[in-house]
């Protein structure tokens, strides 16, 4: 009877086990989570297994010709690091609001090529990823010290700088000789003597795209004691309108009946190419971009007298916040600033390489390759421009004023006193 009464207890259990277990697989195993449509998820968290990842999604606002060269190394490290890679190259006027609509959603991609004077922006609103835990924190010590400091924040990193470029002040050297001049002008003597050169000549003097707002600040920065906004808006109110100034901006005055203004870049650089123009300011990728006939057969730009301007523009890859892919971005991005990436980019899209080595290296190629030049501090270790020279970028009024006095909508004094009003408002 106690034996009875144990196996219909047993029965019992059994029963009540496959009722209130309907998952259960009697041959010893659950079912799948596939098999079960009411499965509950976490947010963001995909079905994909453990060993299954997301492309890393790739943003970047490029030229359709530079796109084509970043596009084919992109996909090159991506199959050397194992990373499957998704690129989106956005419409460059458009770019920064398109970021701005995403980053508002939290749908913006893994990796994005960014501006170095935008990067602060993103960290501090909480859009960045920092650098610091990820794989790249040991090659971020390798590069170029004041792109470094244009990535940082609060303490930590939050971009990986890529590449960067100088604007320069470009000259045939012909023309220069016959001006009587062995180098590029620093004197007002010496730019005298190219405007009288120039008239003589019934031409232009030099060609400046007056919308490029780096391109017009790195020139006015020639001229001593530094006109870009970043010396003005940072000086002493009263020197202002010392002399010094004025001497300097009186002779941009002279100087400016002689600009090619009225062209876009592209046309700037062929007014160039073709001699119409003697002189041009441009930044360096483009002047090895687009004068290549200027190159004789000896692979040089012998001809063509260059110095190095400011300001700088670089870019750096930055991993968003919403990234869920980190690890496979992080091997991307460093596969792409490797020294041997790095050099393949500066020989097919002419944009210099944020690591130190290879930029000494590709500095002394770039002093064989032209007739004359001078970089100055600029591609020096230890002489670099400091970061506010480098990250500035005047906006706004300021802008727009440069632009009047480089159109020479408006005098020195007015240009002077526009300034010193701007200044007064922003304090």
């Known amino acids: 009877?106690?034996?009875?009464?144990?196996?219909?207890?047993?029965?019992?259990?059994?029963?009540?086990?496959?009722?209130?277990?309907?998952?259960?697989?009697?041959?010893?195993?659950?079912?799948?989570?596939?098999?079960?449509?009411?499965?509950?998820?976490?947010?963001?968290?995909?079905?994909?297994?453990?060993?299954?990842?997301?492309?890393?999604?790739?943003?970047?606002?490029?030229?359709?010709?530079?796109?084509?060269?970043?596009?084919?190394?992109?996909?090159?490290?991506?199959?050397?690091?194992?990373?499957?890679?998704?690129?989106?190259?956005?419409?460059?006027?458009?770019?920064?609001?398109?970021?701005?609509s995403e980053f508002a959603v939290g749908d913006s991609g893994d990796v994005i090529l960014l501006d170095g004077t935008e990067i602060q922006n993103y960290a501090k609103r909480g859009f960045l990823y920092p650098l610091n835990g990820t794989t790249l924190s040991k090659s971020l010590g390798e590069t170029v010290i004041p792109l470094r400091e244009m990535t940082e924040w609060n303490g930590y990193q939050w971009a990986m700088p890529f590449d960067f470029d100088t604007y320069v002040l470009a000259a045939r050297s012909a023309f220069l000789t016959k001006s009587g001049l062995d180098t590029l002008p620093q004197r007002e003597d010496q730019w005298i003597k190219l405007i009288q050169q120039a008239s003589n000549a019934g031409t232009k003097l030099l060609s400046i795209d007056s919308d490029d707002i780096y391109a017009t600040s790195a020139w006015l920065n020639h001229f001593e004691p530094g006109l870009a906004m970043n010396y003005m808006m940072n000086g002493e109110q009263g020197s202002l309108l010392e002399g010094e100034y004025q001497q300097e901006l009186q002779l941009i005055e002279k100087i400016q009946p002689y600009l090619h203004l009225d062209a876009k870049n592209a046309e700037s650089s062929e007014a160039f190419q073709q001699n119409i123009v003697p002189m041009t300011v441009m930044s360096l990728s483009r002047l090895l971009q687009e004068n290549k006939t200027i190159v004789g057969d000896t692979g040089s730009f012998n001809q063509i007298a260059v110095t190095a301007l400011l300001p700088v523009k670089s870019r750096s890859f930055v991993i968003t916040t919403g990234s869920s892919e980190t690890d496979g971005a992080s091997r991307w991005i460093e596969g792409m600033t490797s020294a041997a990436v790095q050099l393949e980019w500066f020989q097919r899209a002419h944009y210099l390489p944020t690591k130190q080595d290879q930029m000494n290296v590709q500095s002394g190629k770039l002093a064989s390759l032209f007739g004359k030049m001078d970089i100055k501090a600029l591609l020096a270790t230890n002489a670099l421009p400091s970061k506010t020279e480098i990250t500035y970028v005047p906006t706004g009024k300021v802008q727009q004023k440069i632009k009047q006095f480089i159109q020479g909508q408006i005098s020195a004094i007015q240009y002077m006193n526009s300034i010193v009003e701007i200044r007064g408002l922003s304090k």
């Open 1 to 100: 009877m106690k034996r009875r009464h144990q196996i219909v207890l047993f029965a019992v259990l059994l029963l009540s086990l496959t009722i209130l277990s309907p998952s259960f697989d009697f041959g010893g195993s659950q079912s799948s989570e596939e098999g079960n449509p009411d499965r509950t998820t976490f947010p963001n968290q995909t079905s994909r297994g453990e060993d299954q990842h997301a492309p890393v999604e790739i943003v970047v606002s490029m030229t359709s010709e530079e796109f084509l060269v970043f596009q084919t190394i992109a996909n090159q490290v991506a199959d050397s690091s194992g990373v499957e890679i998704q690129l989106r190259n956005l419409e460059q006027d458009t770019f920064e609001n398109v970021l701005e």
